[in-house]
């Protein structure tokens, strides 16, 4: 088996009657960036959950390389949580602190609970932690209360969090739903600079198909818990746009799909 392959083999999650995500098997090779696109309700969340343990699933299997993810207890799914880092639309920042300590925050899984709650961090973990923060451009705002920060410099804190726990892959659940074209730009601009850099798998769910077309090396596209389309964004034609979000037009795609990406598709 490839090392470092995400593999999902049937993967079922149930929510009582509904199937958030149905049958779901893909293969995802170390370094690929890959979005996940559909409407609302299509499973993207939850798919993002189940990778890393957020949710259980009810069948199927997960692999990392050889590693079988689904069995994983205790000191093992702490470790694997630590390898899939997650971000989400909302930066999760404690507003209070600075920007640095939010960081270093993402080292506490590695410490032990002493250090964890007095948070004392050693100089190399400052490093690391400033690093990170200098590679997301936000080394200047290290001392600054993060509260104090806009929506997208709280969205690259939140991925410098996350690359200080060294994840292998990245699960970032709409990370720019939230914010304004511009810092939205800035955010999917960092995490392709990281995939490329790091070589890190990174898992996006995107709202719009621009965005996606525009970043993502493999567009997986979802309905109904299922995956109704897995290729690139060239492959990702009208025509499928259309099947994937129903024939009757606008109404069933997802509002931030806007009128005028499809469009623009319908013209490309
Ligand atoms: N914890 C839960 N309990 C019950 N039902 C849930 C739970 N989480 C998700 N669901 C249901 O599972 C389905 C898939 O939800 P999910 O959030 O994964 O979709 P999504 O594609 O991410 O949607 P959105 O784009 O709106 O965030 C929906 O029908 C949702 O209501």
Same mark, same amino acid.
């Given at each position: 088996?490839?090392?470092?392959?995400?593999?999902?083999? &049937?993967?079922?999650?149930?929510?009582? $009657?509904?199937?958030?995500? =149905?049958?779901?098997?893909?293969?995802?090779?170390?370094?690929?960036?890959?979005?996940?696109? &559909?409407?609302?309700?299509?499973?993207?969340?939850?798919?993002?959950?189940?990778?890393?343990?957020?949710?259980?699933?009810? %069948?199927?299997?997960?692999?990392?390389?050889? *590693? %079988?993810?689904?069995? #994983?207890?205790?000191? /093992?799914?702490?470790?694997?949580?630590?390898?899939?880092?997650?971000?989400?639309?909302?930066?999760?920042?404690? =507003?209070?602190?600075?920007?640095?300590?939010?960081?270093?925050?993402?080292?506490?899984?590695?410490?032990?609970?002493?250090?964890?709650?007095?948070?004392?961090?050693?100089? /190399?973990? *400052?490093?690391?932690?400033?690093?990170?923060?200098?590679?997301?451009?936000? /080394?200047?705002?290290? #001392?600054?209360?993060?509260?104090? #920060?806009?929506?997208?410099?709280?969205?690259?804190? @939140?991925?410098?969090?996350?690359?200080?726990?060294?994840?292998?892959?990245?699960?970032?659940?709409?990370?720019?739903?939230?914010?304004?074209?511009?810092? /939205?730009?800035?955010?999917?601009?960092?995490?392709? *600079?990281?995939?490329? %850099? =790091? &070589?890190?798998?990174?898992?996006?769910?995107?709202?719009?198909? $621009?965005?996606?077309?525009?970043?993502?090396?493999?567009?997986?596209?979802?309905?109904?818990?299922?995956?109704?389309?897995?290729?690139?964004?060239?492959?990702?034609?009208?025509?499928?746009?259309?099947?994937?979000?129903?024939?009757? &037009?606008?109404?069933?795609? $997802?509002?931030?799909?806007?009128?005028?990406?499809?469009?623009? #598709? %319908?013209? @490309?």
């Amino acid at each position: 088996m490839e090392q470092n392959m995400l593999s999902l083999d &049937g993967i079922c999650c149930r929510f009582g $009657d509904t199937r958030a995500v =149905d049958r779901v098997s893909l293969d995802i090779p170390a370094g690929q960036f890959v979005g996940i696109i &559909g409407p609302s309700g299509a499973g993207k969340s939850t798919l993002l959950r189940l990778i890393n343990r957020l949710v259980e699933r009810s %069948e199927g299997g997960i692999h990392f390389g050889s *590693r %079988e993810i689904t069995g #994983l207890r205790g000191r /093992a799914l702490r470790q694997w949580r630590r390898d899939c880092a997650m971000i989400f639309q909302q930066f999760n920042l404690v =507003d209070r602190l600075d920007v640095l300590t939010n960081v270093l925050v993402g080292r506490i899984a590695d410490h032990g609970l002493i250090s964890s709650l007095t948070m004392r961090f050693s100089e /190399a973990e *400052r490093e690391l932690a400033f690093h990170a923060l200098d590679r997301l451009g936000m /080394a200047h705002k290290a #001392l600054e209360r993060a509260g104090n #920060l806009s929506g997208g410099q709280q969205q690259r804190v @939140a991925i410098a969090r996350a690359l200080v726990q060294r994840p292998h892959v990245m699960l970032a659940d709409e990370p720019i739903a939230s914010l304004d074209p511009g810092n /939205a730009t800035r955010v999917m601009d960092a995490l392709r *600079r990281i995939n490329r %850099e =790091d &070589g890190l798998t990174v898992l996006v769910n995107l709202h719009t198909l $621009d965005t996606a077309r525009a970043y993502c090396d493999r567009i997986v596209a979802m309905r109904a818990g299922r995956v109704m389309f897995d290729g690139t964004a060239r492959q990702l034609t009208p025509d499928v746009v259309r099947d994937l979000y129903g024939t009757d &037009g606008l109404g069933q795609i $997802d509002e931030s799909v806007t009128s005028t990406s499809l469009r623009r #598709l %319908e013209l @490309a």
